[in-house]
């Protein structure tokens, strides 16, 4: 798979958009790759999406072994390699288990998840897959998690699903020397085994 776009520089970003990109330089750990590489082609909407996915990567109301397990979901839905690749470790140091990432990981509903986790994942996977959640699994989740957490949540859950059409439209890959972690699949076959 050959990258879309051409690696940006930094020395040949216009002056005027230079202060986003040191914003971005301070907390991504692909510096200026993964979809900043595009986003930074529409610099407005770049600072825009910069600073919601700064809400809900460090300051939601979700803790963040939630966050990041939300983020690999779509990652697997969406056959996102470098959006696996990119969140995994950070879902690790947050305290995800290998066994749940490695379960997601072959699109199987992970078997040892904690109840707060099994929660997210019916709730992510349910919005993702079927573009609702059942009744009787949204009042568990706010009654578990809050009506703030279950709204920073679905937004999550929406701007990864964003963030995984713009990484796949642009075939950003995986940096050199980096593992492919995704087998990808047909989306009826995710679709099949991950609401089994």
Known sequence: MTERLTQLAYADLP?????????ILKISSAALGGPYNALLRSPEMARRCFDHLDYLRFKTSVNKRLNE????????ISNAQFEWWAHEPIARKAGLSDAVMRDLQNCQRPQHMQADERLVYDYCVQLSL???VPDALWHEAVTQMGEQAMIDLTVLSGTYVMVSMLLNATQVGIPQGGAEPLVVMDPTEIRQRLLA
């Open 69 to 76: 397990f939300a983020i690999l979901i779509q990652a697997r």
């Open 15 to 23: 002056e005027t958009v230079r202060p986003l990109a040191d914003d």
């Open 130 to 132: 079927n573009h609702r």
